[in-house]
């Protein structure tokens, strides 16, 4: 990190009015064309050619002054997203809340964005095309501007830097390049309307301070504690995306510890934020560990899955339930299901979970029931079961946190690596110790609806 600020380096210039940029020669940033992706820096060339103004922009710049590998690569524009779609073939305009082009190059997608404009809300009488709701949020926001109005509406200083591949130098329009220098972030313009406009530059904050290790300039930190209940107006579809980002890339685990200092945590996953209240060291280890794992996974290129983190970051409110249900008379394999149940169908109103992810959580969570109960065939049913691993992976988390499972997790550890006759043994050892399979019981006959019919409805 910060390779490109190791040499010594000095930072001379003032800030200067607004509508006219810093501009940094190559010999002040140290950025070249071949910092940025090819398909990139061809896009904004192909642009310019064209007659139009276009930047590399936003996290690609700044990522490259601090000698960080990009994640992805911003180009902006003042042609409009027809004009782009209209300059490349293999273009596509999307866009919800923002309209956006995205130029493919096999599985590079360039995001292309036409400058936009920071509007006030006295701009909103009878405008389609941008709209503010009652407390400043901005609902649409397809306003076209220029560079340096483009600039303002970003939002941190770090993320308005311009970098032009043509003749390789940055614009900057507040003080994005000294603050990056200084590793602050800092909201451009007022912390608390900016926040209000838009609370997910909270969460914002928040990542890039955890990815970044940057400090949250004092100003810009101020607000959050106050306004972090504005986030309860997020759509939960959009907050599902920011979760993604903020435990999925890496730094989760510090990510985690600055949402809890900003009270956003509480904001985003309500049940949990709870059970940590209750069981403070137990829930902290647990999550610290699935964060940890996770940051490892990924920092060794290894596959991470939603499913995994969505699972441990409810088990404690999972289990808080499932004994509240049993101590209302329960019998504990409902109460597990009919937990699981409620507590997904609480946490999609905060942060919308897709099925496909939901469905895995549970099955993680069903098996934990289940890999106790080994007798017979069960364990190598159990073995083949396509979630098996995340369910082991999940047990060993849970053991890390304090769980005592009376050595499960030893047990099938050993269980994957011993051969037939040795699983044979182990299995024989299991039922002279008392751990028989169940014989068949009669079941009691069902009053109320089977708890698998509804679980569709999550
Ligand atoms: P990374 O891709 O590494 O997460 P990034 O800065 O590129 O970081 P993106 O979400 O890709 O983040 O956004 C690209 C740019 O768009 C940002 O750098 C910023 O300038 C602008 N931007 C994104 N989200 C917002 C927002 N909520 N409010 C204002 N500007 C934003
Ligand atoms: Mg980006």
Redo the contacts with the bound molecule.
């Keep these: 990190m910060l390779k490109k600020f190791f040499k010594p380096f000095r930072f001379t210039r003032k800030r200067k009015d607004s509508d006219n940029p810093t501009v940094l020669d190559a010999h002040e940033h140290r950025l070249s064309s071949a910092d940025f992706s090819r398909n990139s820096a061809n896009v904004a060339v192909r642009l310019q050619h064209a007659g139009f103004q276009a930047y590399l922009?936003?996290?690609?710049v700044?990522?490259s002054l601090l000698g960080v590998t990009?994640?992805?690569f911003?180009v902006a524009t003042n042609a409009t997203p027809e004009q782009v779609r209209h300059e490349f073939r293999n273009s596509r305009i999307i866009g919800r809340r923002f309209k956006l082009a995205h130029v493919h190059f096999g599985r590079e997608i360039i995001?292309v964005?036409t400058f936009r404009s920071d509007h006030s809300q006295s701009d909103d009488d009878n405008n389609d095309h941008s709209a503010h709701d009652a407390s400043g949020r901005i609902l649409r926001d397809n306003v076209y501007g220029n560079m340096e109005e483009d600039a303002q509406?970003?939002?941190?200083t770090m993320?308005?830097l311009y970098y032009d591949v043509s003749n390789e130098k940055v614009y900057d329009y507040s003080t994005g390049f000294a603050d990056i220098k200084r590793r602050l972030i800092r909201l451009i313009g007022d912390p608390e309307q900016?926040y209000l406009?838009?609370p997910?530059?909270m969460l914002?904050a928040v990542?890039?301070a955890a990815?970044l290790d940057f400090t949250i300039e004092p100003s810009t930190a101020e607000p959050i504690r106050r306004l972090a209940h504005l986030l309860r107006d997020i759509p939960a579809a959009r907050l599902y995306e920011e979760v993604l980002?903020l435990f999925l890339?890496g730094y989760a685990e510090r990510t985690y510890e600055l949402l809890c200092e900003y009270d956003l945590f509480a904001q985003l996953f309500p049940g949990t934020a709870k059970a940590l209240l209750k069981q403070p060291a137990y829930v902290d280890r647990l999550l610290r560990n699935a964060f940890k794992n996770t940051d490892k996974r990924i920092a060794n290129d290894r596959p991470v899955t939603p499913a995994f983190l969505f699972a441990a970051l409810l088990w404690p409110v999972l289990t808080q339930r499932s004994q509240s249900l049993q101590h209302d008379g329960m019998h504990p394999i409902p109460a597990a299901q009919e937990a699981a149940h409620q507590v997904l169908l609480e946490q999609v109103l905060r942060v919308a979970v897709p099925k496909r992810f939901s469905i895995p959580t549970r099955e993680i969570w069903d098996l934990q029931e289940r890999l106790p109960r080994r007798a017979g065939k069960r364990a190598d049913t159990l073995l083949a079961h396509p979630r098996f691993r995340a369910a082991y992976d999940f047990l060993l988390l849970r053991e890390s946190a304090g769980e005592d499972t009376e050595g499960l997790g030893q047990w099938w550890t050993e269980y994957q690596d011993a051969s037939d006759s040795q699983r044979r043994a182990m299995i024989g050892a299991l039922s002279s110790s008392g751990a028989k399979p169940r014989s068949k019981r009669r079941r009691k006959p069902r009053t109320s609806k089977p708890l698998h019919a509804q679980q569709d409805q999550l």
């Design positions: 922009v936003g996290g690609c700044r990522d990009p994640k992805d911003d995001e964005a509406r970003r939002d941190f993320n308005a900016r406009e838009d997910v530059r914002r990542r890039f990815k980002k890339s």
